[in-house]
């Protein structure tokens, strides 16, 4: 009966680790230099899982629970950066220098990094892919607009292309 009860334990704490969501940190927990990279590799992987989902589609076309989900993920990575500022000056008298120095010891800093680098390259695609089609629109506003979903404003359309990145910009 006791193996039943501690099997049945681990299950549930397998289960309930699998499903945080890295919307939900709290930003001010976040204290010592690993915090922050183990906050940023858990944004990355789910920033990577909504790429990896919408392969192949605009951004533009993603479900829009999927686009509000990204929002907070990009969101979030602007409070973890300026939450690590804010301890950077307080507990370590402004000094980047030791805080990076101590991160160096962190044992997920390289996980971090290659996540980094394979979220800008499913970002780079993702854009690349409305940037091709505006531009080989070649100014023909019918063939630009279907490069968006139906029903976004102009407005919306410009601020999107900017946002891209693209090279005209």
């Not at 969101?75 to 030791?98: F, P, Q, S, T």
């Not at 970002?123 to 979903?149: H, R, T, Y």
Request: glycine share 4%; aromatic share 8%.
């Amino acid at each position: 009966m006791k193996n039943l009860i501690f099997l049945f334990s681990i299950i549930i704490l397998f289960i309930s680790s699998c499903g945080s969501d890295p919307t939900k940190l709290n930003v001010d927990d976040l204290k010592e230099p690993c915090d922050f990279i183990d906050a940023y590799i858990d944004n990355y992987k789910a920033q990577i899982k909504l790429y990896e989902n919408n392969k192949g589609e605009l951004r533009i076309n993603w479900d829009s629970s999927d686009h509000k989900k990204l929002n907070a993920l990009e969101n979030l990575i602007h409070k973890i950066k300026k939450r690590a500022h804010e301890v950077i000056e307080d507990d370590y008298n402004g000094d980047r220098n030791v805080f990076r120095k101590e991160s160096k010891d962190c044992n997920d800093l390289d996980d971090m990094g290659e996540l980094l680098e394979e979220l800008e390259t499913l970002e780079k695609n993702s854009n690349e892919v409305l940037c091709d089609c505006v531009e080989s629109a070649e100014g023909d506003e019918e063939k630009i607009k279907a490069c968006f979903v139906d029903g976004v404003s102009e407005e919306d359309m410009i601020k999107l292309y900017m946002d891209a990145r693209c090279n005209n910009y």
